[in-house]
Each structure stands twice: as structure tokens, then as C-alpha cells.
């Protein structure tokens, strides 16, 4: 497929905080925003003002609209939905206190980063599940703006898997290296004449969010992918 059939530029980003950050809120919850992340996605929308997007995309749960919609708003251009970039399932795990370095999540990202992309726990999607779902809405979004600039509002895990999927050099291996998927991370990303990707910036949390966080700190555990 030729450059001009891609996007010029696309800002792939994790939605505002939500009004549960310290539990699992998977694709069977679909939560708001908290105050905070109301706050997140007003600074997020500023600061998109002088990017010269030419259309915002989002899943379509609450928590990715209420944090893209400013966005569209603020730069005057079309909010479409994809609902296929919707949060992972992720079963029984859902609504229960968020553990990072032990538990069901910790242990599915050993065996994902040891290769093995097809296990998973009850109910959740693998690796190879969501795969399966998201390069296909990803494509869908990249063919729908040739030449456009686009920012694409998705969910922590999901960011990760597009990412480790779609860029030169990346595989599932990378997933402790990529780093933590906070909210309002920001990706900036431009197509290679291979069908890859390339970041220019790799979840990476704007100044004026981080400046608010700093003004709105509410301390704890936040959920992480």
C-alpha cells in the first residue's frame, strides 16, 4: 500500500482517569471519568489545538469518548467511533482490585512476553484474542484518513498491544520494555514504506496533563497496562 493510502500522522492515546482507577475495568465495565480525569482531557484537548489534526477516533465506551470528544471539539474536526478498539475482556477479573506485580495480570504477561501469546485466565482475551480484534479496526481507521492527521483514543492494554504489533522492531517480548500506559499517554506514530510504524514519541504524557495531575494529586495505585 502506498504512503498516501496511510495517515500522514496518527496520535495513538490511553483515555483520561476513571472514576474506579484501582480496580480492573475491562470491557464489562463501562465506566466515566472521574474528576480528574475531566480535568485530563480539557489540558489533553489544548494541547492538540496546534497538531492540525484532521479527525479524532475513539472506541466507544464512556471513558474514551469523554476523552476524545474535548479533543474533536477543540480542533473543530469530526469525532468517528470505532467500536472495536473497545477496552480487553477480561472476565471475573473485573471490578477487582488492580495488582500490577502479582496476581492473574502479572502472571498472563510473563507467559505473553515468554511467547506465549495464546494463554490467558477465565473470560479474559490473550494476546493473539486481542490481536485479532484491534489490527483489523486499526486498519479500518488508518484507511479511512489517507493523508490526515489523526488522534485515536483507545484504553491502556489496547495502546500497548497496537503498539508492540504495529511498530518496526516490536514484538510482544517488549511489553515490560515499552513502559506503563498512563493515562492520557500519548504515542505519535508515522507509517514506514514497510507497513510499519515508527514513534516519534512513545507514551508519553503531555506537559499540560502532567500539570494538572500535579495540581489534582490523589496519591494510590493507578491501573496500568
Same mark, same amino acid.
Not at 106 to 109: C, G, K, Y
Not at 148 to 154: D, K, L, N, T, Y
Given at each position: 500500500m502506498p504512503a498516501s493510502a496511510f495517515p500522514e500522522r496518527v496520535w495513538l492515546l490511553r483515555h483520561a482517569e476513571t472514576s474506579a482507577p484501582h480496580v480492573?475495568?475491562?470491557?464489562?465495565?463501562?465506566?466515566?471519568?472521574?474528576?480528574?480525569?475531566?480535568?485530563?482531557?480539557?489540558?489533553?484537548?489544548?494541547?492538540?489545538?496546534?497538531?492540525?489534526?484532521?479527525?479524532?477516533?475513539?472506541?466507544?465506551?464512556?471513558?474514551?469518548?469523554?476523552t476524545a470528544a474535548p479533543v474533536a471539539t477543540a480542533c473543530g474536526v469530526p469525532h468517528h467511533l470505532e467500536p472495536d478498539l473497545h477496552e480487553r475482556r477480561v472476565?471475573?477479573?473485573?471490578?477487582?482490585?488492580?495488582?500490577?506485580?502479582?496476581?492473574?495480570w502479572?502472571?498472563?504477561?510473563r507467559h505473553w512476553t515468554a511467547g506465549n501469546t495464546a494463554f490467558t485466565t477465565e473470560g479474559a482475551e490473550?494476546?493473539?484474542?486481542?490481536?485479532?480484534?484491534?489490527?483489523?479496526?486499526?486498519?479500518?481507521v488508518v484507511a479511512a484518513h489517507p493523508g $490526515? &492527521?489523526? *488522534?485515536? @483514543? /483507545?484504553h491502556g492494554i489496547v495502546c500497548k498491544v497496537l503498539l508492540l504489533s504495529l511498530l518496526d522492531?516490536?514484538?510482544?517480548?517488549?511489553?515490560?520494555?515499552? $513502559? &506503563?500506559? *498512563?493515562? @492520557? /499517554?500519548?504515542?505519535?506514530?508515522?507509517?514506514?514504506?514497510n507497513g510499519r510504524w515508527k514513534a516519534e514519541a512513545l507514551l508519553s504524557v503531555p506537559e499540560p496533563v502532567l500539570e494538572v495531575e500535579e495540581s489534582h494529586r490523589t496519591g494510590g495505585v493507578r491501573s496500568e497496562a
Open positions: 480492573f475495568n475491562g470491557a464489562e465495565s463501562d465506566v466515566g471519568l472521574s474528576e480528574l480525569g475531566v480535568r485530563q482531557s480539557a489540558a489533553v484537548a489544548g494541547w492538540f489545538r496546534d497538531h492540525g489534526l484532521t479527525a479524532v477516533v475513539s472506541s466507544g465506551m464512556r471513558r474514551a469518548i469523554a472476565g471475573p477479573m473485573a471490578g477487582q482490585p488492580f495488582a500490577l506485580h502479582d496476581g492473574p502479572a502472571d498472563t504477561v490473550s494476546f493473539d484474542d486481542l490481536a485479532g480484534r484491534l489490527l483489523p479496526a486499526w486498519e479500518r $490526515g &492527521r489523526v *488522534a485515536v @483514543v /483507545a522492531g516490536w514484538d510482544v517480548s517488549g511489553w515490560q520494555r515499552l $513502559g &506503563r500506559s *498512563a493515562n @492520557v /499517554a500519548v504515542s505519535e506514530l508515522v507509517p514506514l514504506a
